[in-house]
């Protein structure tokens, strides 16, 4: 069980354009979702923690207005990178945390979906 | 504030020696703690996790960690490592937040090397 899903597992687009990436939890209901960001050999840097039917709360740093994330349902967020340039290729990673699982504060994590814009 | 220290970005051992990656953390209250392992193009897998229980944990794939308050450590070991074990680790630190959820805090990861 806690199986979360990503798509596009890679997807690759041209400068200027959005990108929308899925991340669903596929057998559990989790009220939060968290997104990040990971760079070649690096760690991954939280960008947002996403709440259904609320807004999204950034870290700092992070520009709200191009990363967009709704969370409409317990089993669904997007994360829609605006007007990507180059500089917003990396690998997304998503993760979930189980409403209903005995200790709340284990994250599922999605298997990632790597962006490269040219 | 929580955080965690991983030392040594890549460590390599020999198939069949012992695995020790270590993690050393900072919290200001008693800390939940996880070793998640990433292989490449992947997303994080659980291997363990210590939250207040046991300080001896055992996790998959015969990895162990022990939660050592008077050192605030939390280093990773395997008795004996396997090809299939060369991957990312990373340690985390749970950072409790006001309305009931967390967020992780990550190491810098290890990046684990075996070797015929």
């Known amino acids: 069980g806690a199986v979360v899903s990503q798509h596009p597992s890679w997807v690759i687009c041209k400068s200027g354009t959005s990108v929308k990436i899925e991340c669903r939890s596929l057998d559990f209901q989790a009220t939060t979702m968290f997104w990040y960001r990971q760079f070649p050999k690096q760690s991954l840097m939280l960008m947002a923690t996403s709440n259904e039917g609320s807004k999204a709360t950034y870290e700092q740093g992070v520009e709200k207005d191009k990363f967009l994330i709704n969370h409409a349902s317990l089993t669904l967020s997007t994360l829609t990178v605006t007007s990507a340039h180059p500089e917003d290729s990396s690998f997304y990673i998503c993760s979930a945390r189980d409403l209903g699982g005995l200790r709340n504060d284990e994250q599922y994590f999605g298997p990632g979906t790597r962006l490269t814009v040219t | 504030a929580q955080s965690v220290t991983q030392l040594g970005s890549h460590v390599s051992v020999s198939e069949g020696a012992l695995v020790l990656l270590r993690c050393n953390y900072s919290s200001s209250v008693p800390p939940y703690l996880f070793w998640y392992v990433q292989y490449p193009n992947q997303g994080l897998q659980l291997l363990l996790k210590y939250t207040s229980a046991a300080t001896l944990v055992k996790g998959i794939n015969g990895f162990e960690a022990e939660f050592k308050k008077s050192e605030t450590s939390f280093h990773l070991t395997k008795p004996s490592a396997h090809m299939s074990d060369a991957a990312e680790y990373f340690c985390?630190?749970?950072?409790?937040?006001?309305?009931?959820?967390?967020?992780?805090?990550f190491g810098a990861g290890t990046r684990l090397a075996v070797h015929p």
């Open positions: 985390a630190v749970s950072l409790h937040l006001s309305g009931g959820y967390n967020k992780l805090i």
